[in-house]
């Protein structure tokens, strides 16, 4: 699976092929998708591009990823937007099963107090969970730059 990483990352260089990425994006990632459309025309901040994505930086002190949609803090770190950028290749590949798989893990993950809680007594990073260390390792495929490994 990284290799497919590697491919996007080398694919993304033309319009044609970007445009080809966006468009499988948009349709195949289509619950993310929406939802992260929805979530950019209510965020007001500012708004990018990043490769295939399109960022927005919002007021929130967290980064989310819905398909094509990229939302991080003010300030935001590289790192950060390349991570988030993983999760949009996680989005890419697995479609529609991205929310169940990727979503509602990480929101629970860091959502609830408890878990939080856990995580900081035991020195566990959030970025220790699987589908986190996985948006991590594609983000620095796909970018060919560092990601949140290691924080």
């Not at 399109?54 to 989310?64: H, M, Q």
Request: charged share 15%.
């Amino acid at each position: 699976m990284l290799h497919y990483a590697a491919s996007v990352r080398a694919l993304c260089m033309t319009k044609a092929v970007r445009a080809s990425l966006v468009a499988l994006h948009a349709v195949w990632g289509l619950p993310q998708s929406i939802v992260g459309l929805v979530l950019a025309c209510v965020v007001r901040g500012p708004r990018r591009r990043f490769r295939t994505a399109w960022v927005t930086t919002w007021r929130l002190d967290a980064g989310l990823s819905l398909g094509l949609f990229l939302f991080v803090p003010r300030g935001c770190p590289r790192r950060l937007l390349v991570h988030e950028y993983g999760h949009s290749v996680q989005s890419l590949c697995l479609g529609p099963l991205y929310l169940p798989v990727v979503v509602v893990p990480s929101l629970l993950w860091a959502g609830i107090p408890h878990v939080e809680r856990w995580r900081v007594r035991h020195g566990i990073s959030y970025y220790a969970l699987p589908t986190e260390n996985w948006a991590n390792a594609w983000g620095e495929r796909a970018c060919g730059e560092p990601s949140m490994r290691g924080f």
